[in-house]
Structures are given as C-alpha cells and as structure tokens.
C-alpha cells in the first residue's frame, strides 16, 4: 500500500484548507491521483517521471525529487563459441596402421624367367650366405647370425616344420606396418616358383610374439585360415666364427 511522504503532507493540508467544499473533492482526488501514478512509476521501475505530472509544482522545488533508478537489462546471446584449438588433434591410433599399410605396395606375383625356392631367393634376396634347406635355417644361423623373436626389417623369417610345410619355408622382412603386421618377400609360397612382393603377415599369437601367423592369400585378397608356426628372425650381421 502506497503512503504520502512526510514532507507533503503539510502542502496537502494547505490546499483542502483554501479549497472550496466542492472542489475539495477533486482536489483531494487529484493528489491521490498524482500519488497513486508516481507509486505505480516506481513500482514498475520507471527510469524516469514524464513532466506532465507536475511533480515541481506538487511538492516544491526544494524537495528532494525521486532519481531515477537504472535497471540492469539482461544480455542473452544464443550464439555458441568454440574454444581455440591449440593443439593438433590426436590421430585415432586404429587409424595408423591404415595410414602406413597405403602408403606401402600392392601385393603382386613375379613369374621368374625358371623356378625359384625359398631358400634360394632368400639368400640371393637378403644376401645371407646360408644354404640348404629352409628347415635347416633356423639352427645353421645360430653360429652365424643373431636370432631374435620380434620382425626386423630385412630379416629373414623362418618358418617351421609342418604337414603343409615339410621342407618349411624363409622370407625377407620388408616393411613394420605395425606390432602385429609386416611385409614379407618371398618366392614359392604357391608351390609354382613365383615371387611374391610386400605380401601381409599378421601375428594371431594369444602372446603377441610372433610365434604364429597367417599369410595373405594374393588370390583371394584376404589372410588365409591356416596358421604357421614361425622359429623366428635372423637379423643379418657380422660373421662369427662357426662352431664345431
């Protein structure tokens, strides 16, 4: 409920007091009028009082007038904007292997001018002076040759022993692709002497240490069923003295 300020009430009386009765009315209802208009201004948060209300002649021009009140208006935006980036964005790593396997050759098949074995394109191929048999590889380098677990580039991969593999089998590391992929060249792999180039090897050991893989099929264009057991890698390096 609005109520008159101190100050006025001696200017309210003066004017009912010099007022005829049938003007009091009015006059009464004109201050009520003008109270109840500056109330419902300030109620509202009006910034300021318009002239027409004669606040000046009302109350004197000594009187403190009401000042206007600023009333904050809020900002809204419903535009988003996205940090700056400062830094390269991480390469998924699922998308590495992808990236490196395209930048390498397509697996192909050479037909040589006659048949070449295994043994015979490895050592001619990698430049390891081991002869025999590829099933003999594995234990003549272990006098020659570091042997390690891991694919080295430009290692020779044995293969061992099996039923599909009787004589087994070596090949030339040519490319890591990954910890689990490489590339391998290797000839005789179809039992036709062909020669095939940057053919994919994938590790399925459960261990992860290349102690079973699955070949490329170049006909079919996908790692075949079978899986091979692997002796290891013999990295070339300084001859050592063969022992007895």
């Known amino acids: 409920m609005f109520k008159l300020p101190y100050a006025a009430l001696p200017l309210v009386a003066g004017l009912l007091a010099f007022t005829p009765l049938s003007a009091r ?47 904050p208006m809020p900002v809204t935006t419903n535009v988003m904007v996205a940090p700056p980036m400062d830094f390269e964005p991480e390469l998924p790593q699922a998308a590495v292997p992808a990236l490196a396997r395209a930048a390498l050759p397509e697996p192909s098949v050479e037909r040589p001018l006659h048949r070449l074995f295994c043994a015979e394109y490895a050592r001619v191929r990698a430049g390891f002076p081991v002869f025999g048999d590829a099933k003999y590889w594995w234990e003549k380098a272990k006098n020659l040759y570091s042997r390690v677990s891991s694919p080295v580039g430009e290692a020779v991969m044995v293969f061992s022993t099996s039923k599909r593999l009787k004589s087994g089998h070596v090949a030339v590391v040519t490319d890591i692709v990954s910890p689990r992929e490489i590339r391998v060249d290797q000839a005789n792999w ?28 170049v006909r079919s264009h996908q790692f075949g069923a079978h899986i091979y057991a692997i002796s290891g890698f013999i990295v070339k390096g300084p001859l050592r003295q063969a022992r007895d």
């Open 25 to 71: 009315a009015d006059a009464g209802d004109d201050v009520v009028s003008f109270f109840g208009r500056m109330s419902s201004a300030v109620k509202h948060q009006v910034v300021g009082l318009p002239d027409q209300l004669g606040i000046a002649d009302l109350i004197g021009s000594n009187s403190a007038a009401p000042k206007a009140v600023p009333v």
């Open 190 to 217: 179809m039992n036709r002497g062909e020669i095939d180039h940057s053919t994919p090897v994938l590790d399925v050991s459960t261990a992860n240490d290349w102690s079973e893989v699955r070949v490329w099929n």
